[in-house]
Nanobody, 122 residues
Framework: QVQLVESGGGLVQAGGSLRLSCAAS????????MGWYRQAPGKQRELVAA????????NYADSVKGRFTISRDKAKNTVYLQMNSLKPEDTAVYYC???????????????WGQGTQVTVSS
């Protein structure tokens, strides 16, 4: 199995910064695209940022462009989300996602972390 564990969430004042980390572990064969999603109360889960296996291509939600940066360390099976200039509307539970292959199957499946709370006060 593949496990994803997020860390780095917390309470921050508007304009502040946080850095989220997601470490993958378990019976991993390979990891393809990794990304971050978020879900605020009463809203649908939405994609925040994604990064390809090689790290050369990234994608961001329009609402976070210019403020958030996604990166990954393939050797450590870890993806990061640097969040700057945080706004109250960024408040949500942030979830790590990975398209990964484990020893149980020859194809990849999506895997999700447990989520980490980010709260931005005004």
């Amino acid at each position: 199995q593949v496990q994803l564990v997020e860390s780095g969430g917390g309470l921050v004042q508007a304009g502040g910064s946080l850095r989220l980390s997601c470490a993958a572990s378990g019976s991993i064969v390979s990891i393809n695209v990794m990304g971050w999603y978020r879900q605020a109360p009463g809203k649908q889960r939405e994609l925040v940022a994604a990064i390809t296996r090689g790290g050369s291509t990234t994608n961001y939600a329009d609402s976070v462009k210019g403020r958030f940066t996604i990166s990954r360390d393939k050797a450590k099976n870890t993806v990061y989300l640097q969040m700057n200039s945080l706004k109250p509307e960024d408040t949500a539970v942030y979830y790590c996602n990975a398209d990964a292959v484990d020893v149980s199957s020859p194809r990849s499946y999506n895997h999700w972390g447990q989520g980490t709370q980010v709260t931005v006060s005004s």
